[in-house]
């Protein structure tokens, strides 16, 4: 599985993103996907995680309520919807692809994307 993410950029604290994912192959419906995140200097962490057919999902504490994960298995694509940003959601957002049908670990995601930066000024 090949991931391209998109959608980051520079936005105002209170704004909002739409970070998208496209997934090349015909298998995309077979893996669980999550979003993670990665701000200099500090550790890769969750920032959600929605399983094979969307009906599941989770969110890391500092985002809850804020942001919604989504997927489009009839178009190979993943997204999240990022609102009410904060400048410290600024960082370089991952997409990744779990043969789990729901994963949380960054150990249990094999396939990654190449990264979007979303930058959150204050």
């Known amino acids: 599985v090949q991931l391209q993410a998109s959608g980051g950029g520079l936005v105002q604290a209170g704004g909002s993103l739409r970070l998208s994912c496209a997934a090349s192959?015909?298998?995309?419906?077979?893996?669980?996907m999550g979003w993670f995140r990665q701000a200099p200097g500090k550790e890769r962490e969750l920032v959600a995680a929605i399983n094979t057919i969307g009906s599941s999902t989770l969110y890391g504490e500092s985002v809850q309520g804020r942001f919604t994960a989504s997927r489009d298995n009839a178009k190979n694509t993943v997204y999240l919807q990022m609102s009410s940003l904060k400048p410290e959601d600024t960082a370089v957002y991952y997409c990744?692809?779990?043969?789990?049908?729901?994963?949380?670990?960054?150990?249990?995601?094999?396939?990654w994307g190449q990264g979007t930066l979303v930058t959150v000024s204050s």
């Open positions: 990744a692809a779990s043969p789990s049908a729901y994963a949380t670990q960054v150990s249990r995601y094999m396939y």
């Open positions: 192959g015909r298998t995309f419906s077979s893996y669980g």
